[in-house]
């Protein structure tokens, strides 16, 4: 079964703390993703990559970065964590390749659940 | 950023009724895509649409691509407890690998035993 794991559940930080959700898939996959979703806000796209070493800022890129070093790692960093950033984040992966049909849609992990104190 | 909308927001129903529900854009999709999402866990996709017009199912779900390409309906029959969670509509808008999509912020369904 093809799977994008996350490697963390729950996590509880504080705040100015360096965190570090990690991402990986197993389906070979071009495209990785990161979102948050928040009650009433759905998701938002926090960055995207296409390719290693490549990213993209999706909606709302402040406060976050990114690093993609081999193709089926997606890490997201928060280099100073803040209360406002307490929220559950998902990672995505999809593939370019293959006919219409099953092109592009997404495969989600479980998400982590992170709150900042 | 851009967002679908989706609506009902909330739906609250007996076991075995259907179920339904819709997005809409101002703006033309190429491609629907409907996600569940059980509670503690990452979406999951139901269906994904590529033509207007297409009709498609997946047992008890029955997804719709709508002719002018700026809406699409989920419908869910005979509803059982499972169908518990959040349902999100996707579209992208462009060909090839576009990669962003664009999501409605979802309906939460609660089924009464």
């Known amino acids: 079964d093809v799977k994008v794991t996350q490697s963390s559940r729950y996590l509880v930080k504080r705040t100015g703390e360096k965190v570090f959700l990690e991402c990986v898939q197993d389906?070979?996959?071009?495209?990785m993703f990161w979102y948050r979703q928040d009650p009433g806000l759905g998701l938002r796209l926090i960055y995207f990559?296409?390719?290693?070493?490549?990213?993209e800022k999706g909606d709302i890129p402040e406060g976050y970065s990114v690093s993609r070093e081999k193709k089926e790692r997606f890490s997201l960093i928060l280099e100073s964590a803040s209360t406002n950033q307490t929220s559950m984040y998902l990672c995505?992966?999809?593939?370019?390749?293959?006919?219409?049909?099953?092109?592009?849609?997404?495969?989600f992990g479980a998400g982590s659940r992170l709150t900042v104190l | 950023g851009q967002q679908l909308n989706q609506s009902p927001q909330s739906m609250f129903i007996q076991e075995g009724e259907d179920v339904s529900m819709n997005c809409t854009s101002s703006s033309i999709f190429n491609t629907w895509l409907w996600y569940k999402q059980d509670p503690g866990e990452g979406p999951v996709l139901l269906i994904a649409?590529?033509?207007a017009g297409e009709l498609t199912s997946n047992g008890r779900l029955t997804a719709q691509f709508g002719i002018t390409r700026k809406d699409s309906f989920l419908n869910i029959s005979a509803s059982i407890p499972s169908d518990v969670g959040i349902y999100f509509c996707?579209?992208?808008?462009?060909?090839?690998?576009?990669?962003?999509?664009?999501w409605g912020l979802g309906t939460s369904l609660a089924v009464n035993p």
């Open positions: 990559s296409y390719d290693v070493k490549m990213k």
């Open positions: 649409l590529y033509k």
């Open positions: 389906m070979d996959h071009e495209n």
């Open positions: 996707a579209g992208r808008r462009g060909a090839g690998n576009n990669r962003k999509l664009i």
């Open positions: 995505a992966s999809s593939s370019i390749s293959g006919a219409r049909t099953g092109a592009n849609v997404l495969t």
